[in-house]
């Protein structure tokens, strides 16, 4: 069964970086188009970012220019470099497959603060 464990979240102030790691167990990861998605509290869940495995890339408006995801096959790794981190950035952050295929991880939390 696939797992899904992120990690880096934290702690900044408004203008910061933080670096948010996740790891897939499984041999499909390769395979997939790998994304980040949020979910501040009393709000849907959202697509933050998403490669495909011949590495393009997605971005909403929201994160564009900020925010860069990137993928390591060979570790089933799926990063996402987030700079000038916004007080609206808070949430709980989530790496899936596209169109949050297999489980939900637990999540990492992203605090920004003013």
């Known amino acids: 069964q696939v797992q899904l464990v992120e990690s880096g979240g934290g702690l900044v102030q408004a203008g910061g970086s933080l670096r948010l790691s996740c790891v897939m167990s499984g041999s499909w990861f390769s395979l997939n188009t790998m994304a980040w998605y949020r979910q501040a509290p009393g709000k849907q869940r959202e697509l933050v970012a998403s490669?495909?495995?011949?590495?393009?890339?997605y971005y909403p408006y929201s994160v564009k220019g900020r925010f860069t995801i990137s993928r390591d096959n060979a570790k089933n790794m799926v990063y996402l470099q987030m700079n000038s981190l916004k007080p609206e950035d808070t949430s709980v952050y989530y790496c899936?497959?596209?169109?949050?295929?297999?489980?939900w991880g637990p999540g990492t939390q992203v605090t920004v603060s003013y």
């Open positions: 899936n497959a596209i169109n949050g295929i297999y489980p």
């Open positions: 490669i495909t495995r011949a590495g393009d890339l």
